[in-house]
């Protein structure tokens, strides 16, 4: 059985502006029919230059850029078919609710009797029914928010575009906004391409992230498999907290490799072909290192330093040295008897084999 055609495909884009470095690079990416794909990465990592290059507001250098399987290469934004929201709302001032959002359907020429019903229908889908009469500026932050996506969405447009939509937010009402966007778009279908740079909105949003650094694409994956997966030092970094140790590989066996890091050896699972001799970043993360385990329970055993403890509500943050690594982090579940670890003891901590990575070095 033959899968589906890709609803947007990015086939060998490049992008640079005059007199610069290129801006992306090599990018090659699908996005299926009803996905919501977040590209996520630092400031300047090509990402809203992607969805730019969708949108029709700035051009591939190179490469070529498909809608349906057909390419958009000169087709100006207003003939894209396309739902937008940016993060400063673009709102017109002087009109209310209703009339922003029956602008665009007076632009494309719906009958009054057709708008009435497509802003209706946006207003509820947005939770604003009783906002229709009221300006821009008699809402909040939140509201305008809501009232830009209904816009996008009140055309019935099959490609949403959303670029740091809850950039201005504060994190409670990001968190709420998170949520009502997803129910929207599952609601509907629609596919979404979504830019940000907060990895826990990506992750708690998303069908898949594509990781962006310098303008090329690190991983495309599921939350999951980002966290859970990552295939380089700067994935595993980005996507949530890890500690990397640095070594060399030892020996190599069946899906796992022995690394010597500061005199001692651990086991991690070896994802790439790196031969024994090559440098490597072992990656681990804090939540899967045990304090004070069974004797002869895991694989990697350690003595430790503790150098600082943090309590952050739900968990303990604690630093550690070890390995010859003065900045290593584990996590305790916040607990009755958590206080068996003070600053300056002595600990024993612990992970398994393949809680932890090799990972490519000279890729960080």
Same mark, same amino acid.
């Given at each position: 059985m033959?899968?589906p ?8 884009v ?12 090599d990018?090659?990416l ?10 996520l ?12 290059m ?8 190179t ?17 894209r078919?396309l739902g937008?929201?940016f ?12 009339a922003?959002?029956?602008?665009? %359907?007076?632009?494309?020429? =719906?009958? +009054?009797?057709? !708008? *009435?019903? #497509?802003?209706?229908?946006?207003? &509820?889908?947005? @939770? ?7 300006r ?14 209904a816009?996008?969405?009140v055309?019935?447009?099959?490609l949403? %575009?959303?670029?740091?939509? =809850?950039? +201005?937010l504060? !994190? *409670?009402? #990001?968190?709420?906004?998170?949520? &009502?966007?997803? @129910? ?18 990506a ?7 594509a990781?962006?650094?310098a ?12 966290y ?10 980005f ?6 140790l640095?070594g ?10 022995e ?24 990656a681990?993360?804090?939540e ?14 350690f ?30 579940p ?23 990575r ?7």
């Open positions: 033959s899968q055609a890709p609803h947007v495909e990015y086939l060998a490049h992008k640079r502006y005059a007199d610069s470095d290129w801006v992306v690079r990018l090659d699908e996005l299926n029919r009803g996905e919501f794909l977040t590209l990465g630092p400031s300047g990592s090509g990402k809203t230059t992607c969805l730019m969708l949108a029709g507001f700035e051009p591939a250098t490469g070529d850029i498909r809608i349906d399987g057909v390419s958009v290469a000169g087709l100006p934004p207003d003939k078919g937008v929201v993060q400063n709302y673009a709102l017109f001032p002087h009109m209310s609710v209703g922003n959002l029956a602008f665009p %359907l007076e632009v494309r020429g =719906l009958s +009054a009797g057709q !708008r *009435r019903e #497509r802003v209706a229908r946006a207003l &509820e889908l947005v @939770r604003l029914e009783d906002f229709e009469d009221r821009p500026n008699q809402l909040s932050g939140g509201q305008q928010q809501r009232v830009a996506i816009r996008a969405l055309f019935e447009p099959e949403v %575009l959303m670029d740091e939509p =809850l950039g +201005a504060d !994190r *409670r009402l #990001r968190e709420q906004l998170q949520y &009502e966007i997803r @129910r929207i778009q599952r609601q509907l279908g629609v596919t979404v391409l979504y830019v940000t740079h907060d990895q826990t909105e992750m708690a949003m998303s069908d898949r992230v990781v962006f650094r303008g090329r694409i690190e991983q495309v994956a599921t939350p999951e498999v980002l859970e997966e990552p295939q380089t030092p700067f994935v595993a970094s996507i949530g907290e890890n500690n990397l640095k060399r590989i030892a020996s190599v066996g069946r899906g796992v490799c690394v010597e890091v500061a005199g001692q050896r651990l086991q991690a699972a070896h994802i790439s072909d790196l031969p024994p001799g090559s440098e490597t970043l072992v681990i993360r804090p899967r290192v045990n304090i004070a385990p069974l004797p002869m329970r895991y694989s990697n055993e003595e430790a330093l503790v150098e600082d403890i943090s309590f952050l509500g739900d968990h303990l943050r604690v630093r550690l040295e070890v390995c010859g690594n003065s900045d290593f982090i584990a996590k305790i916040n607990i009755v008897g958590h206080g068996g670890i003070l600053p300056g003891d002595q600990a024993r901590i612990g992970w398994g084999a393949l809680d932890c090799a990972l490519e070095a000279a890729s960080y």
